[in-house]
T-cell receptor, first 112, second 114 residues
Framework: EPEVTQTPSHQVTQMGQEVILRCVPI?????FYWYRQILGQKVEFLVSFYNNEISEKSEIFDDQFSVERPDGSNFTLKIRSTKLEDSAMYFC??????????FGPGTRLLVL | KNQVEQSPQSLIILEGKNCTLQCNYTVSPFSNLRWYKQDTGRGPVSLTI?????NTKSNGRYTATLDADTKQSSLHITASQLSDSASYIC?????????????FGTGTKLQVIP
């Protein structure tokens, strides 16, 4: 059964550094999402992406964040200058024409 | 403001017993409600999805109910197994202007003990 994959599984970075989190969605999916989950807290929506552009973003998704799908395969989340409070689990999700979103295993980001 | 509240926050049950998890929401306009299972450190996995017109949906030992009038949903787990230990998250979606807005609940942490 096809799965959403994410790399890296863990990333440790220094405050102020740029990080790129990568996701490979299921091939026939059309809608893509990034979520984050701070340790012990609930999952929070960051951004949705459709037809090569952002369709919606939350207030968390400020100018430090960007997404792109450069090659029709990978879907990336870039954090330009990381802050301590960016430490979280970041989940990518995708969906096709149905309603169910399929989540990846997540990338655990730790900002020191 | 869209909100999804879940109860209880945590629950411990004996293997083989049944349990019911609750979800109350204030999300408008309502599109669908999903229950996810999230193992520690992993991504959520979809269990059920229900639209406005559906009252009950089953997936193996999981049965979800939806009362759109009272804006409540429940997830019933039958004959629990140790592998059911996880967080169960209620997620409500709304569709407005073609955009899907997703609101996550805080989850119920279930522990099944032998």
């Amino acid at each position: 059964e096809p799965e959403v994959t994410q790399t890296p599984s863990h990333q440790v970075t220094q405050m102020g550094q740029e990080v790129i989190l990568r996701c490979v969605p299921i091939s026939n999916h059309l809608y893509f999402y990034w979520y984050r989950q701070i340790l012990g807290q609930k999952v929070e929506f960051l951004v949705s992406f459709y037809n090569n552009e952002i369709s919606e973003k939350s207030e968390i998704f400020d100018d430090q964040f960007s997404v792109e799908r450069p090659d029709g395969s990978n879907f990336t989340l870039k954090i330009r200058s990381t802050k301590l409070e960016d430490s979280a689990m970041y989940f990518c999700a995708g969906k096709g024409s149905g309603e169910t979103q399929y989540f990846g295993p997540g990338t655990r980001l730790l900002v020191l | 403001k869209n909100q999804v509240e879940q109860s209880p926050q945590s629950l411990i049950i004996l293997e083989g017993k049944n349990c019911t998890l609750q979800c109350n929401y204030t999300v408008s306009p309502f599109s669908n409600l999903r229950w996810y299972k999230q193992d520690t450190g992993r991504g959520p996995v979809s269990l059920t999805i229900m639209t406005f017109s559906e009252n009950t949906k089953s997936n193996g030992r999981y049965t979800a109910t939806l009362d759109a009038d009272t804006k409540q949903s429940s997830l019933h787990i039958t004959a629990s197994q140790l592998s059911d230990s996880a967080s169960y998250i209620c997620v409500v979606s709304s569709n407005s202007g073609g955009y899907q807005k997703v609101t996550f609940g805080t989850g119920t942490k279930l522990q099944v003990i032998p």
